[in-house]
């Protein structure tokens, strides 16, 4: 599952890169718990013990595009790497990296069903200000 724009994507590693020198842009860490975190819905859940019957997982990464900033991307996937976090559970795993969490800790993770499509979505971000109507795209909170 992959979401795709016409407009220019940045990579999660050149939002590290361009981080480097805005950190205060960054969305601040959940400062009542000391933790980031996501929220998984019970139908994100359900659909994801439907289709990672592979040991795969889905990974959710923010990158720069989209038609308000910044846009989520959804891919299944079967490798970790050294900045990801888990949530979730073990035969329904969500991970994401760290850069990207900074941008949607506290948000829920849900898969919609509607007459014309289905899909994930990411719903409720605190750190976002404004999305689309598309659902994918959003601008964060200074």
Known sequence: ISVHYRNLV????????????????????NAASGQQQLIVSDSCLKR???????????????????CSGFQYK???DTKLNDDDLQFGEDKAKVVIDTMSLDYCT??????????????FRMVANPQAEMGCSCGSSFSIKL
């Open 10 to 29: 940045l990579s999660t590693s050149s939002l590290r890169h361009a981080a480097k020198g805005a950190a205060s842009s960054a969305p601040p860490v």
């Open 106 to 119: 506290g948000a829920t993770i849900d898969y919609h069903t509607e007459l014309i499509r289905a899909g």
């Open 74 to 76: 959804f891919d299944l």
């Open 48 to 66: 994801l013990r439907e289709i990672c019957v592979d040991g795969s997982f889905l990974r959710i990464t923010v990158e720069g595009g989209g």
